[in-house]
């Protein structure tokens, strides 16, 4: 446990150190990730499917919002389905003002969930995304999950369906094939019982994660895990959804792995925080770093020496830490002290960016 | 010489400033009565609108029934019935919309309550400063 405690803070540290790198480039692979996703479902519009659109697309995932993003792959979904049928893009973009209407009216923050919903579904993790949902954000996040199963499902529908719902011979009219789209929404026991599921995890790993009791993130991933694998399985044997059950299980355990991670990571220590801000008063103009403390002290080193002389063993102390708010700030000059003159010294738990 | 005391407080207001903060002075200059109905009335709107869709989308995918249903029963029932539906919906989404939005109002006063009160340590930090 203890390594494992090291191998966090190490990692932490370096995320920490290289923050201004690192964010943009997830956030431009999970936009890459969610581009291709569609474009291996959907990709009927050849203009959208080229090397660059997609990577013009990811480009902008990494500088607008994920709010702003999520309408922009929104815009994406349609221009394909329209490329199919106008039936399948106009009932999507019914769909998609509904949600706009209903739900993005209140501006959630947790959107990222809706980006990440892609890359994990690629994966088979999509079981992770209600629970991490549930652990980061609000019980509000089942309704996101909500939205994501909905979106995919449509477009999983349109995909498996594309030769009927493209199909323009006499006797599949317009009024036919908005009700075998509508159908596919509405008559989709597949996705009822996974909406079902990720309500249900979102809202009971929330609540399990708030109690006061020890280990309650893990419990509530274990309980969110069980319920949400009891439920497709129970939706599966009432309503015979074609959900296969291998595939899923294994979903379930690599998606509480992932959660048991993020939790390792979260868990009482705002990692990501590393904040940056600018201001000034009458006599300076101050660019403060702040970074937060790590919480685990790294085990004292002590090099003793074995020797006749009379100064073996002298410790010198560690620095005293100001713990006021649990940050270091840095004014533009390096505070950096160094212990390494004496042959005896103990490391704790500083560290200077 | 630079306090240090004071840079830490100052760096987290500005943190607040950055994240959110803004955003609670917004609503902060809104009454609280006044901040939640202009909220439930953009939700009024919004539930509506979709109620609308909604109906056209029935309308459309189930026509030839509510033709039927429109010429075989009273108008004024099938309206009726309507109506309470939109009603309900209603109902529901400006209930979660006034816990929402009531939630939001007292959490941002709490914050820059906060907030106000550590500029009043900083003016006192200053103060003092002046005095010595």
Request: some cysteine; overall charge negative.
């Amino acid at each position: 446990m203890t390594s494992l405690l090291e191998i966090r803070e190490k990692i932490i540290e370096l995320y920490s150190q290289h923050e201004m790198v690192a964010k943009p480039v997830l956030r431009f692979l999970m936009v890459l990730a969610a581009m291709l996703y569609l474009n291996s479902k959907i990709g009927y519009e050849d203009v959208l499917t080229g090397a660059l659109p997609v990577l013009i697309v990811s480009l902008l995932g990494v500088l607008v919002p994920p709010g702003g993003m999520v309408v922009i792959l929104g815009a994406v979904i349609l221009v394909h389905l329209y490329s199919l049928s106008l039936e399948a893009a106009a009932v999507g973009a019914v769909l998609f003002l509904l949600m706009f209407l209903l739900y993005f009216r209140f501006s959630p923050k947790d959107c990222i969930l809706l980006l990440l919903y892609p890359v994990c579904r690629m994966c088979g993790i999509a079981y992770v995304v209600p629970i991490i949902g549930g652990l980061l954000f609000t019980p509000f996040s089942a309704l996101t999950s909500a939205v994501a199963v909905i979106t995919d499902s449509y477009v999983n529908f349109v995909a498996d369906n594309e030769t009927a719902i493209s199909s323009t011979s006499e006797d599949q009219d317009m009024l036919t094939r908005f009700r075998f789209l509508i159908d596919g929404i509405l008559q989709n026991k597949e996705m009822l019982v996974l909406l079902i599921a990720v309500v249900l995890t979102a809202v009971l790993t929330y609540a399990i994660r708030r109690l006061s009791v020890q280990y309650s993130w893990y419990i509530a991933i274990s309980v969110g895990s069980v319920v949400q694998m009891i439920v497709v399985m129970a939706g599966d044997m009432i309503y015979s959804t074609n959900i296969s059950i291998g595939p899923m299980f294994l979903g379930i355990i690599a998606s509480a792995f992932i959660a048991f991670v993020t939790a390792f990571f979260a868990f009482n220590l705002d990692y990501s925080r590393v904040e940056n801000t600018q201001f000034q008063d009458d006599d300076y103009y101050y660019y403060v770093k702040a970074v937060p403390k790590m919480s685990f002290t790294q085990p004292s080193r002590t090099v003793k020496q074995i020797s006749l002389s009379r100064h073996a063993g002298r410790h010198r102390d560690e620095p005293e830490e100001g713990d006021e708010e649990n940050t270091r700030e840095e004014y533009g000059t390096d505070s950096r002290e160094d212990y390494s003159s004496t042959d005896t010294r103990e490391e704790g738990p500083e560290r200077y960016y | 010489m630079i306090n240090e005391q004071r840079v830490r407080l100052m760096h987290k207001m500005a943190v607040y400033e950055k994240n959110g903060g803004d955003a609670d002075e917004r609503i902060n200059a809104y009454f609280r009565g006044d901040y939640i109905s202009s909220q439930m009335l953009r939700s009024f709107i919004t539930a509506t609108a979709a109620f609308l869709l909604l109906g056209l989308i029935f309308g459309f995918y189930d026509f030839e029934n509510l033709m039927l249903a429109v010429y075989n029963t009273n108008l004024t029932s099938l309206i009726f019935r309507v109506g309470l539906a939109y009603l309900f919906f209603l109902a529901a989404y400006e209930l979660a919309t006034y816990l929402i939005y009531s939630y939001r109002y007292q959490h941002a006063r709490e914050r820059l309550a906060q907030y106000y009160l550590e500029l009043r340590r900083l003016s006192a930090a200053y103060r003092r400063e002046e005095e010595l």
